[in-house]
């Protein structure tokens, strides 16, 4: 059975950190493009950050970056989200997504910026 389980959201003040994961099962991991995306309250899903198959190449909206940073461990079939500096304007459900000839996606973490 195919999975993606988020974890690591939560309540955080403005400039704190937190790490997202998103383990995946029932697919071959390490064939999949992996991205994060987010959706705020009142608004349409944003693309946040993608990593390629091998983990050579990330892309991030503009902006996140310089704050965030996406990474992959192909051999633990898990992709991660190192949030820093941490905005209100970050609040929003995390969702990660696993891209190949299909999409999957997980069923979301929230994560709240707030003091």
């Known amino acids: 059975q195919l999975q993606l389980v988020e974890s690591g959201g939560g309540l955080v003040q403005p400039g704190g950190s937190l790490r997202l994961s998103c383990t995946a099962s029932g697919l071959i991991f390490s064939r999949y493009v992996m991205s994060w995306h987010r959706q705020a309250p009142g608004k349409e899903r944003e693309l946040v950050a993608i990593i390629n198959s091998a983990g050579g190449s990330t892309n991030y909206a503009d902006s996140v970056k310089g704050r965030f940073t996406i990474s992959r461990d192909n051999a633990k079939n898990t992709v991660y989200l190192q949030m820093n500096s941490l905005k209100p304007e970050d609040t929003a459900v995390y969702y990660c997504?696993?891209?190949?000839?299909?999409?999957?996606w997980g069923q979301g973490t929230q994560v709240t910026v707030s003091s």
């Open positions: 997504k696993a891209q190949s000839a299909f999409a999957y």
